[in-house]
C-alpha cells in the first residue's frame, strides 16, 4: 500500500546551501521517525514558495546516495497572498503496511504554525520567524 508523509521547513534566506542544508534536515527526520527504506519510497514531490529559487530542494535530496534512484519533483507553491513564506514542502509516497495513523508527518520551524499537530522542535528553530507573502493579513 501506498502511504502519503508529509512535511515542511522553512529557510531565513534564499541561499542554496541553506535550502539544502533545511532539505536534508527535514529528510532525516522523515526518514528516521518513519523507519523508511529508501527502496520502499515511491517518490517524493518537493514544493517550494515564490521567494525561494536559489536551489532545488531535489538537488539536496539527491545528497541521501540511497536516494539516488528515487523520482523526485519539484514544483511551485500557489503563491496565495498572506500565506507562509520561504518554505519547503514534501509529499513522499512511501510502500508501508503501516496504518496511517502510525505515519510521522513532520513540520519544522516556521512551517509548525501550518500543521502543528504534527510540529516537531529541533535546536535553533525558535531563532527563524515565520515569514508571510505580500498580501491579505493570514
Known sequence: MIRGVRGATTVAVN?????????????????????????DITSAVFTVTEDLDAEFPAVAARGFSEWKDVPLLCAREIPVPGSLGHCIRILIHWNTDRPQAD???????GARELRPQWAVRVPGDDEEESIRLPGKEA
Request: aromatic share 4%; proline share 3%; net charge positive.
Open 15 to 39: 541561499d542554496a546551501g541553506r535550502i539544502a542544508e533545511r532539505t536534508l534536515e527535514l529528510l532525516g527526520l522523515l526518514v528516521n521517525l518513519n523507519s523508511m527504506q529508501p527502496g
Open 103 to 109: 505515519i510521522r508527518h513532520v513540520f519544522l520551524r
